[in-house]
């Protein structure tokens, strides 16, 4: 990771970290990655320093020689989609994603949808670091094109691809964030009957139907439940097929059932990839280090491989591009079909929920039945940053004699060893002085005796790199 771009592009506190001269030099770099020619769409969603952000960015990449299509307010997946309709060499999305509103960030595209890697980031980094980003002549700088109908463009292309399906009822929350722009038009147009809630982009997240009186949710991080409550309880209340929330930027997707069940996001990804792999008889599912092994189960089952990255939808575009996989996926949420494009896509996944009720003709609780819940186990155990990497070091090798029935070690991101019938993950967190334990099993009791045992060694091993 570098000094400006951390796993999900450049992110921090407006003004303090995010400041409009270091976006204007984003700009400019990108501009030169680019060899000073071309054009870059530029959007945002509906943070109070969208303006500030994105008129920055804007004047770094004209100063540097492109072209900006300015694409206006609108989630992630729509910007990327549209800029690559548009013909432009890359994209920005300039939002925070589910991050509190002080936040704003910056994240880059390529035109195929993917993510920059970690290798082209660091090109844009070095330049912004250098003492001068090299701009051009005046009579090269670039022009600002306003093309506001990315929404539209993107709506098209998800009905082109799944076409109309008629008779659902569906509460979508938006969550105050950009998705609003997009997939309550979406549902509607695809025939849905749509109830909304937080579907007007507030910078503030300050959703004006809140009732409950609980801390005000971000805009929908549901890790913290208060950001669902209402959803589900209109989706009980209304009697709705199914309940789609949307994050800030709308790259993720989070489902409802109809008894108003959360869904688990493992269950939809494991669910994904047998309808992929079933359609098109056998492929390959990508997935991040932290998914379940329900993912490997729907696979075997199916005449497909899955290809297990680090945490991060970057790494997962890229994987899906270079096996030519049929899905991509990550338990946060997020959904990569590469039929339409390798961004991760919260409305087109919205709409892909709702095309499984027309094809299954069946209650959502009823199809996803089938597949197993797991029980997975979390802890936090603290280690000082400048230690993370000789504790890391020393789990690889004394884990082993630690937990009984391990079959293999995967160092891809943390280590994530496979054991007789689960697994566990150590990750050191990228931002807290903390590294985390993942670990699931086919049982509860199996879970607590890995999970209590791989406690005790990782604490041993922190212990004494700290002594
Ligand atoms: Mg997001």
Known sequence: MGALFGTSGMRGIVNLEITPPLVLKTGMALAASLDHCGSVAVGTDHRTSAEAI????????????????????????????????????????ITASHNPPEYNGIKLWNSDGSGFS??????????????????????????????????????????????????FSVVYDGGCGAGSKVTPYLLRELGCKVFTLNANPDGRFDPRDHLRGEPLPA????????DLANLVDTVFATEADLGLANDGDADRVLVVDETGTVVPPDVLIAFFAEQALKEKKGGTIVTTVESSMLIEEVAKKNKGK???????????????????????????????????????????????AVRVLA????????????????????????CPNERKATAMDAIAVELEDALSGIKGIDTADGIRAELKDGWILVRPSGTEPILRITTEARDQQALDTTLEAAQEAVGDIIARVTR
Not at 54 to 81: E, F, H, Q, S
Not at 128 to 140: K, M, S, Y
Not at 315 to 335: D, N
């Open 54 to 93: 994105k008129r920055a960015m804007v004047a770094g990449i004209l100063a540097g020689g492109c072209n900006v299509m300015d694409v206006g307010l609108a989630p992630t997946p729509t910007i990327v989609y549209a800029g690559s309709k548009l013909g432009c060499d890359a994209s920005v999305s």
């Open 118 to 167: 970690r290798e082209q980031e660091a090109d844009v980094e070095e330049l912004i670091l250098g003492a001068q980003v090299p701009g051009v002549e005046w009579n090269n700088v670039g022009r600002v094109f306003q093309r506001p109908h990315a929404s539209r463009t993107h709506i098209d292309a998800i009905i082109t691809a799944l076409g109309h399906v008629d008779g």
């Open 219 to 226: 805009a929908g991080d549901w890790n913290r439940i208060a």
């Open 306 to 352: 899955v290809v297990r990255t680090p945490v991060g939808d970057v790494f997962v575009s890229r994987a899906v591009k270079e096996h030519g996989a049929l899905l991509g996926a990550e338990p946060a949420g997020t959904f990569i079909f590469p039929d339409l494009h390798l961004c991760p896509d919260g409305p087109f996944s919205a709409a892909c």
């Open 359 to 382: 094809e299954h003709g069946r209650p959502l609780s009823e199809i996803l039945a089938v597949y197993e819940r797991y029980p997975m186990g979390r802890l936090r155990l603290e």
